[in-house]
Every structure is written in structure tokens, then in C-alpha cells.
């Protein structure tokens, strides 16, 4: 008799569970009351078994198609539209369910102090550095959770668009489903402009111009990060012009970002040899020029908005925080002589 050996044959006496059955594609239409909910909230809502590691793997290589395109994670939602559900098999566990935690009334106070802007379809807020908008591995204190908030007992508010971390001012929610829906239409059709103020080491050559650099996401040692990419690139535009310059050494930009890619200003701005104050990701050594500077966080703020309004455009500006106040100052920059024309 030979030796004993495991060919993978199932031996007798050995019982192995089944696999759970392998749902075939499917695809599903998006109710009336969700317009405007994200297609990864969607997902969760139908398919809570589906992780969202899964679901971005996905959403990468094709496979979930909105009324037969691509999508994201973050694509807003109308009601009608197709959804493609590939194969798949449900998770043998359910995932654990977290308790909701009440929003703490001191940050929903702080929030309510940094209403910009309000009627009865938006809020638009002064963000902090610092906030993350949406919640992530690691990340438990972020403005979604606390929307419910400013409620003003009735729906919560929603986001619409989103501010990286490090970036402060203004940003908008919507009010009602209906409102969301509105604004998401509004920028994908790019009926909304951004306008953003940012500090750069060096002066840009020349003083003003449009950047039209397409940028893709790459894998590295540091994490994932956004990079100049002329094969596998998404196209990225954005319009700058120098508002005022410190000699050779930095200059204070409006940055108008014409379309909206991760991480498109901070770096646009890299490439073309002035990176952002304090943005290391991007800027590495380069962005900190000098002791003065070690540890600042990304000098980049969003200034003002402009969306469609039924009496015309409604333009929300969001003054810059104290901490960014100090640069200008020491820059001999005066904030009020870029006025609300600045845009490039």
C-alpha cells in the first residue's frame, strides 16, 4: 500500500459543508423613494451580505452596471434606473450590525455654528480641516454621522458632494431625497462651479492657465494615491490663476476644478512644480519649505460654490479658518483683495 496522501478528493467519513447556492445575475430597479441614495448605500440596504470590499471589486472590473454603464460607489441613484447584480454567493455570516451612537451635542452644535446658508432644500456648511465627511476603516467621528443633527424634525440631511479631510469651507447637504436628486443631476451636468483658494510653494509659470492632466488611482507602499497617468488616466482639468505672490517663494491660487477627480487640485498643482503648503501626500519634502512650516496641514480651502437657484445663481462663500488666516498674514497676503471675482 502506498503512503497516505491528500489529492483533494473528499475522503470517507469527512463531512464538508456545502457551499451556500450561487445566486445567477440579476438585475433590479431602483424604487421611486430611492432617487438619490448612493449605490453603495443602495447595495447595503438590498444586499447587506455583500461586503464593501466585494462590492468595489466589483464596481472596478465592470461587473455592476447602472441602466449598462459603470458606476461608483458614490453615483447617485434615480428612480427607474437598472442595476446589474453579478453572480454571487451570500457570506456564511451576517455581519454584525453596529448600535447607532447619538450624534455628541457639543459637535452638532459646533456644526449648527457653521451654517453658512439655509433655506428649505440646502445647508451649506464652513467645514473644518480635520472632519472626514464620510466614515471609513478607523474613522468613527465624520460630518454624515452627524447630520441627523440638523434635521430640524424632518428628514436628514444628505450629503451631495464631499471635501477631503485636510480641505476646510464650504460644503452643501441637501435637505429632502427630492433636493439631492436635484443637486446630483446638477453636478453631473457641471451646472455648479468651485471655486478654492490654496497657498502653493513657488509661483506657477505662467500666472494663470488651465491644467489638463488625466489622473488614475495607484497602489504603492504609502497606500493608495491619485497620479498623472496618460494610458489608464480619467481626464482632469482645472483652471488657476495667481491671486498674489510672496517673491519667488509661494503664491495664493484660485483653483476652479472643472471636472472632479480624487485629489485633482492637490495634484494638479504638484505637477506643474508648486505643490500645495503642507500637503506631504503629494508635495513630499517640497511642501514644507523651511521650520516655520514643519507639521502644516494642506493649505487648501474651499472658498465658494455657486449652484443653479430659482432667482438665478446662488453663490455661498466660507471665509477662511483662523489657522489659514496666519499664513496670510505672514505672507503679507490681504484676503479681502481677491473680493468674490477671483475666480480664474
Known amino acids: 500500500m502506498g503512503a497516505d496522501r491528500d489529492d483533494g478528493a473528499i475522503q470517507p467519513g469527512i463531512d464538508r459543508a456545502p457551499e451556500p447556492p450561487l445566486h445567477p445575475v440579476e438585475t433590479r430597479v431602483v424604487a421611486e423613494g430611492e432617487t438619490g441614495l448612493r449605490l453603495d448605500r443602495w447595495f447595503r440596504r ?6 464593501h470590499g466585494r462590492l468595489e471589486r466589483w464596481l472596478r472590473s465592470g461587473q455592476v452596471r447602472v441602466d449598462g454603464r459603470r458606476a461608483k460607489a458614490g453615483s447617485r441613484l434615480s428612480a427607474g434606473q437598472r442595476i446589474r447584480i453579478p453572480p454571487h454567493r451570500p457570506s456564511p455570516e451576517p455581519r454584525p450590525v453596529p448600535r447607532p451612537v447619538s450624534p455628541d ?3 452638532i452644535a459646533d456644526l449648527e455654528a457653521r451654517v453658512l446658508y439655509e433655506d428649505e432644500a440646502i445647508i451649506a456648511l464652513n467645514k473644518p480641516a480635520g472632519l472626514a465627511v464620510q466614515g471609513g476603516t478607523g474613522t468613527r467621528r465624520h460630518l ?4 441627523p443633527g440638523l434635521s430640524r424634525g424632518g428628514e436628514a440631511p444628505r450629503l451631495v458632494h464631499r471635501l477631503d479631510k485636510d480641505t476646510s469651507g464650504v460644503l452643501v447637504v441637501a435637505r429632502t431625497r427630492m433636493a439631492a436628486a436635484s443637486l446630483a443631476r446638477a453636478f453631473r451636468s457641471r451646472a455648479t ?4 483658494w490654496a497657498i502653493v510653494v513657488g509661483v506657477p509659470d505662467p500666472p494663470a492657465g488651465r491644467i489638463d492632466l488625466p489622473l488614475a488611482k495607484h497602489a504603492g507602499g504609502l497606500g493608495e494615491r491619485m497620479r498623472p497617468d496618460q494610458d489608464q488616466g480619467l481626464r482632469a482639468i482645472t483652471d488657476y ?11 495664493w491660487l484660485a483653483l476652479e476644478p472643472v471636472t472632479g477627480r480624487t485629489h485633482q487640485l492637490r495634484v494638479h498643482c504638484a505637477a506643474i512644480g508648486t505643490p500645495i503648503l503642507g500637503d506631504g501626500k503629494y508635495g513630499g ?3 514644507f519649505p523651511g521650520e516655520p512650516w514643519r507639521g502644516a496641514r494642506v493649505h487648501l480651502h474651499a472658498r465658494a460654490i455657486s449652484l443653479p437657484h430659482p432667482g438665478g445663481a446662488l453663490v455661498i462663500t466660507a471665509p477662511l479658518p483662523p489657522d489659514l488666516l496666519k499664513t ?5 497676503f490681504d484676503n479681502a483683495e481677491a473680493g468674490d471675482e477671483s475666480w480664474p
Open 328 to 332: 496670510w498674514d505672514f505672507l503679507g
Open 193 to 196: 462651479r468651485k471655486l478654492y
Open 144 to 147: 454624515d454621522a452627524l447630520l
Open 285 to 287: 519634502a517640497a511642501a
Open 105 to 107: 451635542p457639543h459637535a
Open 241 to 251: 490663476r495667481v491671486v498674489a505672490r510672496a517673491g519667488r517663494h509661494a503664491a
Open 46 to 51: 438590498h444586499f447587506p451580505d455583500i461586503a
